[in-house]
């Protein structure tokens, strides 16, 4: 085995803000609502497990960094700015170094972005989620569709490269409502939309009133899957292909942040529910962090670090793993690599039937699913994937 085979993905990092104005309904992240936030103690933690974790994997190239939540625009900019200043002080980062902040559209986070940029996020991604104010409501959504468009404008100002995101298979939304909200949606974007369809969790008030019979007029299983090949079929034919199940991209503006998710690379995970890939000393580990906001603070404070758990990863689990997320990508695994993994070739009767039913095709050492097959992507990793 490559004891440095996350070199294949890159190298990221993850910063998680937990705090949020409100709980949209539908959302089962580790997002909190507090009525004050201490972001001068936030700001010592950060700093603090920035410089813990370079001190394990230091001298590497980093390529990505991300602040993910909750609603990273309420950070103040200059805390943004505090930790990107670390993070280079940490690490030699790549010349291309792409910085995403995640925004929510309301003007009073609005007036934040030109901040964000002279700290020096030069990615945005904006969760708009619905292209009208019903919805909005309906999704527990804090800014209206007029907001939504101020702040997108105001974001243009700022940044060259800026995603959002929108949410289909809503509560009462056909697939003719959802092909024109798409073509509405790409009239405005720039280079890369998140489309994810609406998915009951449980332990979200969505969840709770879906299991109470209280969540009307969801669609059913054909218009949901109506709509996935709709927005296949716009967003390829606007220039805009998916890339990943979800997410899809004009050449050159995929999120490279997220393509190390994809590309099983590492990546650090920092704050309260952060996951992180990492690789030391030839070894790969899982590692993750309590999801209290103030239970992971007082533990970085305590013990210096946040970390709450350490795995080591067997290579039939990374194996696996670089299946499962691979697989997402419209351009696949590399079946060496797999095979360097896992010790074994994938079942080749499986991938045969699997490439007869038209949901996986092989290209050389590339394994992809097809469009026919990323629609039931869970099915075709399941059986692939050796008990």
Excluded at 314 to 324: C, K, P, S, V
């Amino acid at each position: 085995m490559n004891a440095e085979d996350w070199r294949d993905g890159g190298f990221g990092l993850y910063i998680h803000w937990p705090f949020c104005q409100a709980k949209c309904p539908y959302c089962d992240f580790n997002s909190h609502v507090a009525a004050s936030i201490d972001q001068e103690r936030w700001k010592r933690a950060y700093l603090s497990e920035i410089r813990r974790i370079g001190a394990e994997v230091p001298g590497r190239v980093l390529n990505t960094v991300f602040f993910g939540g909750g609603t990273p625009s309420l950070m103040d900019p200059d805390l943004v700015a505090a930790i990107l200043d670390e993070i280079r002080a940490t690490w030699p980062c790549a010349n291309d170094l792409e910085v995403t902040l995640e925004a929510n559209p309301t003007s009073v986070e609005a007036g934040r972005f030109r901040g964000y940029a002279q700290a020096g996020v030069n990615r945005l991604s904006m969760g708009i989620q619905a292209l009208n104010d019903d919805d909005l409501r309906k999704l527990g959504r804090l800014h209206s569709l007029e907001e939504a468009r101020q702040a997108f404008d105001i974001a243009r100002e700022h940044f060259d490269r800026i995603s959002f995101d929108l949410i289909y298979a809503r509560q009462d939304q056909t697939p003719a409502q959802w092909r024109a909200e798409l073509r509405e949606a790409l009239s405005m974007a720039v280079d890369h939309l998140s489309l994810y369809q609406l998915t009951i969790e449980q332990g979200t008030a969505f969840g709770d009133r879906y299991a109470r019979g209280k969540l009307a007029g969801l669609p059913d299983e054909d218009n949901a899957g109506d709509m996935y090949f709709i927005t296949q079929e716009i967003c390829e034919a606007a220039g805009l292909p998916a890339y990943e199940v979800s997410n899809h991209a004009r050449s050159g503006a995929e999120s490279r942040h997220n393509l190390i998710y994809w590309r099983y690379g590492d990546y650090a995970g920092i704050g309260p529910g952060a996951h992180g890939r990492l690789t030391i000393g030839g070894q790969r580990y899982a590692t993750d962090t309590g999801l209290s906001p103030a239970g992971w603070l007082q533990q970085v404070e305590r013990t210096g670090t946040g970390e709450a758990t350490r795995t080591a990863l067997r290579l039939t689990d990374q194996a696996g793993e670089y299946l499962m997320m691979g697989l997402r990508l419209a351009g696949g695994i590399d079946l060496p690599r797999y095979e360097r993994l896992a010790g074994s070739p994938l079942p080749s009767n499986t991938l045969e039937d699997l490439q007869e039913m038209g949901m996986v095709q092989r290209e050389g050492p590339v394994l992809r699913a097809t469009k026919d097959g990323r629609a039931v992507l869970n099915a075709v990793i399941r059986a692939l994937l050796p008990e």
